[in-house]
């Protein structure tokens, strides 16, 4: 059985983070995987009976128009007042890429959605535009990591204790908010950022980094490849997410797995792994980071910080009953009524 997956998975993105999971658990399982010169021919050297599609490749119109099995999975669309509310443009592009998901949404065999929250957006999505959503040919299946390269090692609690962020730095409110709680933690705390910064997101860095303090307290790692990040996770205590509408959040779920406890808040796709046991999720208003917002995160980071070991077995709890990439294809596979070996051709 040879399966299709497009776009091409990439170590170079999140997404394409994702896919390598995936057909590296595909070929573990005896499938055979395709891709690279579909991905910028549209053509295959060899048949597949099966694709596996994320968000609206090139080319997804021939996967269609093949009328061969497919399952495509949905994150979520730029939305205007997000954008509106953080500083960002909403394009007409914007506006198209929704409108193309929505129609591969009306065609697609199996639609899987990467988090509850996101199935949500969608499904008011099609309530707006009067659309019948197409709930029985749907499913949620959230991100999975190898828990045995994203695990965590055997450490102390020491001080001074480690509030750390990764992934690609983009809303700069996020980071305005770990700066003040910085500023007003009552122990003794190092920042850890790991990941590449937008421009504007640089200079508001830049600028926490003229207080003296926390620049003494800060470090910033600008890459890292794939193989190297579970060592700088397990250098965290606590892992700060404050992104506000998340759709699933794949740097959570890498933490989680390294036995890092998170703090998120309660609108968006982590706060649905993260609890009961990894965590806490703050409550939250959609793209409000107010004082609010900054008091809650507060609180929470206080309380992990109080209760570290409970929080930290609970984070590694949750990454093995819910974020196992094993368990993610194997729901993957009972969509696409797949067994979960394959035989090769």
Not at 35 to 58: C, E, Y
Not at 77 to 98: R, T, V
Not at 126 to 140: D, G, I, K, M, W
Not at 237 to 266: D, M, R, S, T, Y
Request: contains cysteine; glycine residues 8%; proline residues 8%.
């Amino acid at each position: 059985m040879r399966i299709l997956i497009s776009p091409k998975p990439s170590p170079k993105y999140s997404i394409g983070i994702f896919l390598q999971r995936v057909a590296g658990e595909l070929q573990r399982r005896r499938y055979q995987v395709t891709s690279l010169l579909f991905h910028f021919t549209g053509r295959t050297l060899m048949p597949w009976q099966q694709a596996f599609i994320f968000g609206n490749p090139r080319h997804l119109p021939t996967l269609i128009a093949s009328g061969k099995p497919f399952v495509i999975t949905i994150g979520r669309p730029e939305i205007k007042e997000e954008d509106e509310a953080l500083g960002f443009s909403y394009h007409l592009e914007h506006q198209q890429q929704e409108d193309a998901m929505v129609t591969t949404i009306l065609q697609a065999p199996h639609i899987v959605f990467i988090s509850h929250y996101v199935k949500g957006v969608w499904r008011d999505i099609f309530s707006r535009r009067n659309l019948l959503f197409p709930e029985t040919r749907t499913a949620v299946v959230h991100h999975g990591v190898d828990l045995d390269q994203f695990s965590p090692i055997m450490k102390e609690r020491n001080e001074p204790f480690v509030i750390g962020m990764a992934g690609q730095f983009r809303r700069v409110q996020g980071l305005v908010a770990l700066l003040e709680i910085s500023r007003r933690l009552p122990f003794p705390h190092r920042l850890m950022l790991v990941g590449s910064m937008t421009p504007e997101y640089r200079e508001v860095f830049d600028d926490g980094m003229k207080d003296p303090k926390i620049a003494a307290c800060t470090i910033h790692i600008p890459w890292v490849k794939q193989q190297d990040l579970p060592q700088y996770y397990r250098r965290m205590h606590c892992f700060f997410h404050p992104n506000i509408g998340e759709p699933c959040g794949i740097v959570v779920a890498e933490a989680l797995a390294c036995g890092v406890p998170v703090v998120c808040p309660q609108y968006g796709g982590p706060a649905e792994f993260v609890l009961p046991d990894g965590g806490i999720a703050v409550a939250s208003e959609p793209w409000d980071y107010g004082e609010g917002f900054v008091e809650g995160m507060e609180r929470a980071i206080i309380q992990i910080h109080s209760n570290w070991d409970i929080y930290s077995r609970g984070a590694r709890q949750q990454a093995t009953k819910y974020l196992s990439i094993a368990n993610c294809v194997e729901a993957y596979l009972d969509i696409m009524s797949l067994p979960h070996s394959g035989v090769r051709n």
